[in-house]
């Protein structure tokens, strides 16, 4: 028995004697790391300094007409163009940006179909061919099971107008073709 208390007691001495207090104090060790640890920052770059131009509005053509050479063109194209009816009134769809509207359903047979179309609003509107939904004149050509097609009328910045078809699909978002 007197063996194993001798064993066990070196055994604590050995282990305890492997153990060196640490010295140093802390708040050495934490200025040692500190200085070891400093970023390099590239400094930032100077400074854009803006200069304003002088702008003389007698040096040259006005900013909001079109120069000479676009005007010639244009009187000649405007004569063979096609240009969308201007004087009828404006429906109810058509206060509403075509890609803010959803189709929600259809409604019909396949003589008289009836898009169900729900506004930003949130009001559900009735549309079948041959009326017109969204800010560039578009009109519903056809109203088929799966959604409807609606041709657009654009501006070309010349005094015509080009047509563009779109697909508004039941519950999905616009796709375009021209």
């Not at 702008?55 to 405007?78: D, H, K, L």
């Not at 008289?112 to 969204?134: C, D, H, N, Y």
């Not at 097609?149 to 073709?177: I, Y």
Request: positive net charge; glycine residues 6%.
């Amino acid at each position: 028995m007197a063996t194993k208390w001798k064993v066990t007691t070196l055994a604590i001495l050995v282990l305890l004697g492997g153990c060196k207090a640490n010295d140093e104090s802390i708040p050495e060790k934490v200025m040692q790391i500190r200085a070891r640890a400093t970023a390099k920052v590239e400094p930032l770059p100077d400074e854009f300094v803006y200069s304003p131009l002088p702008f003389y509005a007698a040096s040259g053509r006005e900013p909001f007409t079109r120069p000479i050479a676009v005007r010639a063109t244009a009187t000649v194209m405007e004569v063979d163009c096609w240009q969308p009816d201007l004087t009828r009134s404006p429906q109810k769809l058509e206060q509403f940006s075509i890609d803010t509207l959803a189709v929600k359903g259809i409604i019909g047979d396949s003589a008289t179909r009836w898009a169900l179309v729900q506004t930003p609003e949130g009001s559900l509107e009735k549309i079948r061919a041959g009326q017109f939904m969204g800010l560039n004149r578009g009109r519903v050509k056809h109203v088929t099971e799966f959604g409807i097609e609606v041709q657009e009328s654009l501006p070309d910045g010349l005094g015509c107008w080009q047509q563009r078809s779109l697909k508004l699909a039941v519950n999905q978002p616009v796709s375009v073709s021209l």
